[in-house]
């Protein structure tokens, strides 16, 4: 076998590249969703939109569209058709691209949709403190843990006044971000009003209970169904829901006949999907009813 040309110190990389974006190996949101194969697509779609910039493809909106068939891909990457199409819908079901048909045999135009990147907390999660020591001397976020006094340094006690103070005003800010949530997420589902039925009174109460702890998680990410979204399409998709959204959460509770492991996942599934499959189970029983 050919011995292998190595790279030296001094030479300079002149080849031309495909720019995949690191998030997509780190976002959950894309890490687990996404296969080898359509991640190095997104790259290449990438890559075309410069090409449609230099032809100025781009629709009355400014939305830049571009051209890249199925066959194309497959000659590219050295796949079957079945591996380009599977790849195609893994970032269509990410939301990172779309594809408008032209018809009449005509390629697709390619929409590229933008990452959504993670977002950093502004506060810390309440089981965690902020410690200095000499491993952490920078205010890193640890898990709470007993400290070794001699890792310790001297603590200017002026630094501890003043964080205590800023401690304070976001801990206060944050109490009026979970009064605010829980206030609105009530108001849209006519809270007072629902808990009046004594039947489901309870029950009521739980899943508004669960609700209100979602919205004001301070997490990245948020499982519905065992997968992780970003937190704000989470929270975004909660404040839509209202009173009837509600009746059929606890309806769909009340039917469920096999045994859930995690009632609070499983309550919280319901409540982020109720606002899409509500109004489809309504379409499909009217149907029902007009075809009998």
């Known amino acids: ?27 959950p949101l894309y890490k687990y969703n996404l296969n080898s194969d359509s991640k ?3 790259g290449f779609l990438l890559d075309r939109i410069t ?3 230099k032809h100025n493809w781009y629709d009355k909106e400014g939305n830049i569209y571009l051209i890249f068939t199925r066959h194309e891909v497959q000659d590219k990457l ?40 993670q977002e950093i907390p502004v506060v810390p999660d309440t089981e965690k403190i902020r410690v200095l020591n000499r491993k952490n001397y920078d205010s890193g976020v640890v898990e709470s843990t007993v400290l070794d006094t001699e890792n310790l340094r001297p603590i200017n006690t002026n630094n501890i006044k003043t964080n205590i103070t800023n ?5 206060q800010d944050e109490v009026g971000k979970v009064n605010s949530y829980g206030d609105i997420f009530k108001k849209n ?13 309870d ?22 169904n065992s997968e992780p979204k970003p937190t704000q399409v989470v929270k975004s998709q909660l404040l839509k829901i209202n009173p009837g959204h509600i009746e059929y959460v606890v309806n769909c509770l009340k039917d469920n006949t096999k045994k859930i492991k ?18 489809l189970d309504s379409t499909l029983a009217v149907g029902y009813i007009m075809s009998n």
């Open 203 to 224: 029950l009521i109460e739980d899943i508004t209970n669960i609700a209100i702890d979602t919205l004001n998680t301070k997490k990245d990410f948020v499982y519905i």
């Open 262 to 279: 995690n009632i609070k996942s499983y309550t919280l599934t319901a409540l982020y999907n109720s606002v899409n499959t509500m109004s």
């Open 1 to 27: 076998m050919k011995e292998i040309e190595c790279y030296k110190i001094n030479e300079v990389l002149e080849h031309k590249y495909y720019q995949v974006p690191q998030e997509l190996c780190e976002n």
């Open 51 to 53: 090409l449609s910039q």
């Open 167 to 171: 401690l304070i005003s976001s801990n």
């Open 78 to 117: 050295g796949l079957s058709d079945k591996t380009v199409t599977k790849a195609f819908n893994l970032l269509a079901e990410a939301n990172l691209i779309f594809e408008k048909r032209q018809g009449l045999g005509k390629p697709n135009l390619i929409y590229v949709g933008k990452i959504q990147h």
């Open 40 to 42: 190095l697509l997104y």
């Open 189 to 201: 589902i006519e809270y007072d009003n629902l808990i009046s039925d004594i039947r489901n009174a």
